[in-house]
């Protein structure tokens, strides 16, 4: 797919507003999608029409973590009855996987710093978690990338950890000691055994699910009898992100449903969880990596990084609430 040139590829996988506005329901490159809360009957409202306004982006990166955020989404609703905001309709299932199996993993050494946060607080989330544990013998990691986390949960005492990553370059770029480990696969139901796991981990992955109940029906199945699920989200109605309204950049092509306090709480119960804590973060976040994150034009922070490069103030840490959320569900009997 990605031998094409960068506008053939945007030609073939891109539309523009007035398309996604129609209904689509015979066109095979979409599909709509239901709110995962109240079902497919449920009325909604619209929010904002489709952005795409792909100037810059890299076609490899067009589903790829930790690329600088641009301005473009599927049409964003919000559910009359729930309020669960999701995106609708949406590339069809079979091009998404595609997407997200060629992406590009980016590793750029200048943010180096940031992912030492990210594992930082990540391990601080586990161990957390970890207290609501009988045994620490098996982990696993949903859209684990490289598997910096299942080296970081091996340090923490877990005897065995797997990771599932669909992701071809970014399982390539895995350290040989853990690459084993990694299934390079998109998760699905029959990919482990029943009652397998002591804790699932998934970190920004629920808001990238087309069916986020089959998929914790799936987790639900794997996991030991009181087993635990640790999570962590965007949190859409956290203050700053709704100030900002559409230009929030938590409305972006891979984010088909968004979750708050009450819709991450209710989307666990109704699959067979009991939310035991959830809470907005408090993460640290390197100044270059706050930049990239920043909702400003892509090409102006483009020159505030290149600035910042070879500079020890790049690396300076913030304290800041980004609009992250970290949630830990037990499973119960049903």
Same mark, same amino acid.
């Given at each position: ?6 506008? &053939?590829?945007?030609?073939? *996988? ?7 506005l129609?209904?689509?329901t015979?066109? $095979?490159? #979409? ?5 995962? %809360?109240?079902?497919? @009957?449920? +009325?909604?409202?619209?929010? #904002? +029409?489709?952005? *795409? ?12 973590a ?5 301005? %473009? ?7 009359q ?7 609708? +309709? ?15 993993? =980016? ?7 940031? #992912? ?15 207290? #609501?544990?009988?045994?620490? /013998? ?10 910096f986390?299942l &080296? ?22 895995? /350290?040989p /000691? =853990?690459?084993?480990?990694? =299934? ?9 055994e ?11 992955? %629920?808001?990238?699910?087309?069916? $986020?109940?089959?998929?914790?029906? !799936?987790?639900? @199945?794997?996991? &030991? ?12 109605? *956290?203050?700053?992100?709704k ?5 929030? +950049?938590? *409305?972006?092509?891979?984010? %088909? ?29 390197t100044?270059?990596?706050a930049?990239?994150?920043? $909702? ?6 483009? =020159?505030?990084? !290149? ?28």
């Amino acid at each position: 797919m990605f031998h094409h040139s960068k506008e &053939k590829y945007i030609k073939e *996988f891109m539309s523009d507003t007035n398309h996604l506005l129609q209904d689509l329901t015979s066109d $095979p490159s #979409y599909q709509t999608v239901p709110c995962a %809360l109240c079902g497919p @009957e449920a +009325p909604y409202d619209v929010l #904002y +029409p489709s952005r *795409f306004n792909y100037t810059g982006i890299e076609p490899k990166q067009l589903f790829s973590a930790r690329r600088i955020p641009a301005r %473009l989404h599927f049409r964003i609703v919000r559910c009359q009855q729930c309020g669960l905001i999701y995106s609708n +309709p949406i590339y069809n299932t079979s091009k998404i996987k595609k997407l997200y199996e060629e992406s590009e993993f =980016i590793d750029d050494p200048f943010l180096q710093k940031q #992912y030492e946060n990210i594992i930082h607080y990540y391990e601080l989330q586990l161990k957390k978690a970890s207290s #609501y544990l009988k045994c620490k /013998d098996n982990l696993l990691d949903i859209g684990c990338g490289n598997g910096f986390f299942l &080296k970081a949960a091996k340090k923490l005492g877990f005897k065995n950890v797997c990771g599932v990553e669909p992701g071809k370059d970014a399982v390539q770029k895995a /350290d040989p /000691d =853990i690459r084993p480990c990694i =299934i390079n696969e998109t998760f699905h139901k029959g990919l482990f055994e029943k009652e397998s796991f002591d804790i699932v981990c998934f970190f920004h992955v %629920l808001d990238h699910i087309i069916d $986020p109940g089959d998929f914790l029906k !799936n987790i639900y @199945e794997i996991l &030991k009898p009181g087993g635990i699920v640790l999570l962590m989200t965007h949190n859409v109605k *956290f203050l700053p992100a709704k100030l900002l309204g559409e230009r929030n +950049p938590m *409305f972006h092509i891979e984010h %088909l449903y968004l979750f708050d306090m009450s819709t991450i709480r209710k989307i666990l119960s109704k699959n067979g969880f009991e939310a035991l804590y959830n809470k907005d973060l408090l993460g640290s976040y390197t100044l270059a990596h706050a930049i990239k994150m920043l $909702p400003m034009s892509g090409a102006f922070k483009k =020159i505030l990084l !290149n600035g910042l490069r070879g500079k020890s103030i790049a690396d300076l840490n913030i304290k800041l609430m980004a609009g992250d959320m970290v949630t830990i569900g037990k499973k119960v009997r049903k």
